[in-house]
């Protein structure tokens, strides 16, 4: 039999040749350094065999898939090191039984049915264990039972959850293992693939947690315990990951949420309904004074449809065939059935057909900050990242079909323009087209028309994406903005959709220039997406540390004693003439305890107020970007800033310290 | 028998004396000038005895209460001249059958079973013999009948109306009858009183509408003709009413919403769920921003607690006990039942509890604009006045008792300020006490305390106010302002209650200086009700000429040909950049049609762009405040108008006008 190598070459190699006698075939050197394969660019193993006429291209250490076989390795390593632990202890192996453990992004898991609980002190001691494992050596050998043997093998040991995955296996599928180490050591059923010894893998990996994980995820099945670790090639990698994983626990929005005052959730209103403290309220307020100011001067109009509209027309709409998972119940009486709003774009359709339209009227674009309420299961809640409650700064879009280019591009100016604000640069966009099959709408010339409507406007404002055939909604394609926060993490915010469907099934329409009826095309479009989501990420991307104009408090005036809370309150007048928030610490604490508590609260300046900023109608103040100021006159002080607030220029800000 | 008079003389009369015998007694012209009497302070009239030792003031021409007897006396003219129509056109006179036929505000009405419905001509006709009837002085006497013979009357009579009532009368009460021109005039059951003579009746009348009621207001009983009218004493008077009739229909805000591109209502949204064009949206916006503008500036903070509750959270407030009416139904499932929010309170102290409070922080202030559903019934919605989503600004007071009346003063202030800005500055005070008897919270101090603090709080800002007895909130004393509008209807605006109960009912508490727990006081208050009532009064107030701040359009611009419209652009750039709202009238339409048009949507400002104005950089402009003005520079505009929407002045808008 023959493979090909990634340069074309054809590579004559015995029948049954695996990745190993492959890369022998290419040179002893390479086999040497070998620790993998990918065959027909999927990951493989060198212990598993090739197919016929494969295309195979070697791994050594310098290729970044190399660090998914030693992390599954590591998962094999770590059980053969849990059941070691607890023999040590005295148990008997079989007490240490296994479900399964897989690779996962940075790393691995496993699960285990074991005598006790385990604690965080007992990860360090299995680590040391899987070091020496690792150290040992270990060889990996591959090999294929029949079903009968696999599943005795198991019975032998009482291992109920690996017979279940024996069963399951459909008929004809090879039951593989792999084994390390020898009979004596540790043998695993297992797909692969694995790096060939224990020796190779790179000493950068870590046991982070052990948590509670139903068995095949069913909570009805018995709780394993799941030991999660990480792995990376490089010393760095794993310090990186390790940095990013306590920078993020330390930006938990949730945490800095309840730490700055911001907001909480009640038992009493409900789950997934946060509600707002006055600090709070004020970031997302000014979240949504920006968009709605932006959304004027582009053009924007902006509408009130309430919270709530009849059942009916979401009958008509589809939703409720479509969307009535998501929606809360409905409201009902003799009279009528009543449903919260999960979208607007019914409302918005409603809304344009209380009137007559011409084609010169087009486009309409009716933008709402409407609280829509979906009804997202209690274990999928987190944070404001995951809600019941969700306030879109949502739009419609009512075009022709030769507008969509021309609204998209308006559009992905606005978007850039609201996420350069929010130091969101980084994002790539995905455009999503119809795929080969799936249920799209049966037109194929709007389809084409929209299509080229917006890659010609993606080229045109230099916004660079990748598409992605079958991903388009049902009724057109669209792009999504993914952007990365500080930490790298991607979350998805913009959209931007064209709909052929909807204005059509709830009868929008207007008169065109040739006097006929025409349907509207729709885009449907969100900046932010919900304004509590995008709260719960700018507190995460920026640790809570808020640009100037979102911050909830500007200034907090700090009296050296009590003589002095009279210009503290002629200077917080002076703020908020200016429209500038400012709190003043009246409590008979230490200046430098009134400093700190600011400070933890991540107020921006705080302004010292003592005798001689009294006598001179100045204020000393320190702030986070620049260094301290002294005896800066009042006026001044407070036209910069309120200028650094107009501006919501985070540069600005930091622009503003004197060299 | 005697009688006391005003003045407080003993007056003998004969035994079973009536307002006319006193009259006599008084003096032979007092006696010719008399239409009715006072007995006791109630109305009654001459046929009608009065009872020993009464006090009794004779009504002439020049009381107003004469008009109410006047009032009943026509609406018995109009039944007997109704009659006399249907025999004239052939009909049998017992075809036409009686319900009622009461004095209202202003005038009468009588409900009529008739053989065919009437149409807006026939009340012309009818009016004409009213006047006839009027004209020929018929006497008016008043006798009494026992049941039997009062109700074999209306037996031959075939008269059902007429003997239902007479059945509902209780035992004991006398059956009296009004005659007015003899037996083949006009006899009606009825209590009285009236007008001696149908000849002293003002002339001042007008039969106005014929409307559908049903027999008592039932609806499962025959539907009626109810026919009204109105009557005053003089021409005057009446003149006035009919002006502001006309006035109120043209100001109508249903007709004005529809004419202005405000707000709808839709059967796919719900019943009194308005929804708001982009022009509504922006009054509705601009209504808010200055109270939270304003909010801000006293000191209160604002917080967002969404739209729904958990069910169990009105339990505990007791208003799902005292309140369930007015709730939309639950949503349900197997987790939980949520509530839509028919008000803020329990949430806000929700919000409350989820801190801990010292006396320090207090007063604190929580507002929101939220919007409330509340489930009105269907006959009683009327276009924004009467909805089922209204958006309240609210705000509750967490204070100590002490602070009640500095709270109070506060809200007293600021409620003065933008009742003055929206030029409702004709308003009176009722401040609502516990009555003597009553479901009132038993805590006399806490009463006695709030009380005074409420009035002291009123004096000291000057607030005129009249006391009402046994009109407070079960749970503490409370403030409504009643404010006049442009045509002097009184409308139920701002109100200040406070609470002693609910913020114990939920747990509320706070740390006092004497390191005990204690329950905060809470006062509710909201400025303007709710935006959507309050948009549709001042609509009708300023009969959709909105003061420029307020107006959806600061400023038509006309070019004059469409070789100006890139001048129109740039001044469209230059107003948008100074937040003023502008739209180019871009269609080839003549420039009078353009700005009737735009007079039509009552825009503030009509901008003329034309040769002149586009070289110079100038705009020529009318406006109806001031006269047209030609060739003011650009900036110079902008600037000017720009001040003028910050003042939020309408007097400084009249002012701008140069003498």
Redesign the interface.
Known sequence: MHVVLPDGTRLEVPAHATGADVSQAIGPGLAKAALGVKVDGRLSDLLSEVPQGAEVTVLTRKDAAVADLMRHTLAHVMAQAVREYFVQQGYEAQTVRMGIGPVIEHGFYYDFDLPRTLTPDDLGAIEQIMRRIVADDLELRKYELPRDEALERYRRTGDPFKQELIQDLPAGEPITFYEQGGEAGFTDLCRGPHVPRTGVIAPHFKLMSVAGAYWRGDERRPMLQRIYGVAFLTKDELEHHLWLLEEARKRDHRKLGREL?LF?F??????G??????R???V??EMERYVRELQ??YGY??????????E??YERSGHLENYADVM??????E??R?R?KPMNC??HM??F???HHSY?ELPLR?AEFA?L?RYEK?GQLSGLTRVR?LTQDDCHIFCTEDQIQAEFSLALRLIREVLSTYRMTDYRVQLSLRGAEGKYVDDDEKWVKATAALRRALDAEGVPYEEASGEAAFYGPKADFMAKDALGREWQLSTIQVDFIQPARLGCSYIGEDGDKHVPVVLHRAVTGSTERFMGVMLEHFAGDLPLWLAPEHVRLVPIADRHLDYAAQVRERL?AAGLRSEIDD?SERMNAKVRDAELLKVPYIAILGDKEAEAGSVSFRSRKEPNRNGVPLQAFVDELAALVASRSAQAEEDAAPA
Request: charged letters at 20%.
């Open positions: 005052g909480t009640s038992e009493d209103i409900g789950a309904l946060p509600v707002f403290f006055p709070g309220e004020i997302r307020f004027t001067r109009q902006h509408v009130w449809t309430g919270h709530m509209v009849r009916s027309l809360f119940p409905a409201m009902e009486d009279e009528v009543m919260l019914p409302s409603t809304l057909n209380a009137g010169r009716y609280t309420y209690s409650s908020l409590r």
